[in-house]
Nanobody, 116 residues
Framework: QVKLVESGGGLVQPGGSLRLSCAHS????????MGWFRQAPGKEREFVAA????????SYADSVKGRFTISRDNDNNMLYLQMNSLKPEDTAVYYC?????????WGQGTQVTVSS
């Protein structure tokens, strides 16, 4: 069983930055494709960014391209999301995801609120 724990959320003004972290338990981190998703109130959960097992390949939702950067540290079982130039529409609960078919794990989420 894999446990994912997110941290780093909070309240930030528009244009500000936050860095989210996700700690992956166990010793199989490098076998999982890792990603970030978010869910705003009244909306469905949506894809934000993903990193391949080694981290050499990344992908982003169009809405965050050029502002967010996903990275992973396979030596320390950590996933990160650097979020810059934040906008009010980025407000959501952000979830860490670990995927390796058929396994699919989720963290409990961390709240990000962008407001003046």
């Amino acid at each position: 069983q894999v446990k994912l724990v997110e941290s780093g959320g909070g309240l930030v003004q528009p244009g500000g930055s936050l860095r989210l972290s996700c700690a992956h338990s166990g010793r199989t981190f490098g076998r999982f494709r890792m990603g970030w998703f978010r869910q705003a109130p009244g909306k469905e959960r949506e894809f934000v960014a993903a990193a391949s097992r080694i981290g050499g390949t990344t992908s982003y939702a169009d809405s965050v391209k050029g502002r967010f950067t996903i990275s992973r540290d396979n030596d320390n079982n950590m996933l990160y999301l650097q979020m810059n130039s934040l906008k009010p529409e980025d407000t959501a609960v952000y979830y860490c995801n670990a995927y390796r078919s058929p396994l699919d794990y989720w963290g409990q989420g961390t709240q990000v609120t962008v407001s003046s």
